[in-house]
Structures are given as structure tokens and as C-alpha cells.
């Protein structure tokens, strides 16, 4: 097997199991750290960029996403060399990234104008963002954006990818909305 590849399989299945052990030992939840948070965040760090790309959301997902790399990328690794697969590897993941947090503000801005020309006014749109209802699971302007009742995470401190771990920055805007009524996730997604 390629030193690329083997490392990557090796780093990932690392960061896989120090994820549930410290999760489940110490309570420590590794995709606070170092899973991507949108730029604006109170929890998105720099280093998010690089350490998002080791990060997986279960058994599943790391499963698929190391059977793949190690298809495909032995073959493009021994037909690169070494040292061009890393730095394939590395751009393909901050590319990822990128297109990932662009995407989201793209469609949290869409989601801010639909709810804007809804009626709803931006103030108490803002309240809402500091005093938001209990959940109640009814259906939103943006449906595909609903997920678990089960929530951990107040709508400022929500990771990518859900939308609302945007509105540090639309917060900052006196058009900010807020999707606080959204049943939000009891953990972090990964890309």
C-alpha cells in the first residue's frame, strides 16, 4: 500500500477513535474543536480547515470515505507519486471546505430574504435569535434544514453544516434572521 494512503487510513482511524473515546470517557466532544464552523463563529478556529478533513460522524462515514481512499487513492497515489497525492489530497480538501461554507451562506441568504419578504420584521427577528420558543416541530419556510429535536447546541454555537451556525455573521447585520425555532442537532456533521 502507498506511504500516503496508509498514513491518511492510520490518521483518520485516530481521529475516528479518539472522537468516541474522549466522547465517551470524558464527555469531550472533539467536533466542537475540530469540526468546521463557519468564519464568524465563536467556536471556528483556523486549523478547523485542515482538521475537518480527519473528522467523521460515525462508523458509517469513515467506513465509505476509507474504502474509497484506499481504492482510488493507491491508484492515483502510484500513478503521482507521493508527494503530488498529498498535496491533491490536501487541496481536494480545502476546496471542500470552501465550497461547503460558501454554499451554506449562499443559502442562509436565501433563507434571510425569504423569511424577510414573509413579513417578518428584522427586530423581532433578532429577538427571536436571543429568546427563541421552545421546539415544536412544526414545519418552516426551509423544511430541509429541520433535523433532530434532541438539541446541545444553542443556534450560535451550531457547526457546519447547518445553517444556522451562520448567524454569528448575520447576526451582525440589522437585517439578521434567526432559524432558532429549528429542531437543531445533538452533534456536529462532518463533510
Not at 124 to 153: D, F, H, I, K
Not at 177 to 183: P, W
Request: aromatic letters at 14%.
Amino acid at each position: 500500500m502507498p506511504v500516503v494512503v496508509k498514513n491518511l487510513l492510520i490518521i483518520n482511524g485516530l481521529f475516528f477513535l479518539a472522537t468516541i473515546s474522549l466522547e465517551t470517557a470524558y464527555r469531550i466532544d472533539l467536533f466542537q474543536k475540530l469540526g468546521l464552523f463557519m468564519p464568524g463563529s465563536p467556536n471556528f478556529q483556523p486549523y478547523q480547515f485542515v482538521s475537518h478533513m480527519f473528522m467523521h460522524a460515525n462508523f458509517n462515514h469513515i467506513f465509505f470515505n476509507m474504502f474509497a481512499l484506499w481504492m482510488f487513492g493507491t491508484a492515483i497515489e502510484n500513478l503521482m507519486g507521493s508527494r503530488r497525492f498529498l498535496i491533491y489530497y490536501m487541496i481536494t480538501g480545502f476546496g471542500a471546505a470552501f465550497l461547503h461554507l460558501g454554499v451554506n451562506y449562499i443559502e442562509l441568504l436565501s433563507l434571510r430574504n425569504e423569511l424577510l419578504n414573509a413579513g417578518l420584521s428584522p427586530q423581532e427577528l433578532r429577538q427571536y435569535v436571543e429568546s427563541p420558543p421552545e421546539p415544536s416541530g412544526q414545519t418552516l419556510p426551509a423544511p430541509w434544514l429541520v433535523t433532530s429535536a434532541n438539541s446541545s447546541y444553542p443556534p450560535w454555537e451550531l457547526p457546519e453544516p447547518c445553517l444556522a451556525s451562520c448567524w454569528p455573521l448575520a447576526c451582525s447585520s440589522p437585517t439578521a434572521i434567526s432559524t432558532c425555532s429549528l429542531q437543531f442537532p445533538s452533534r456536529p456533521s462532518t463533510l
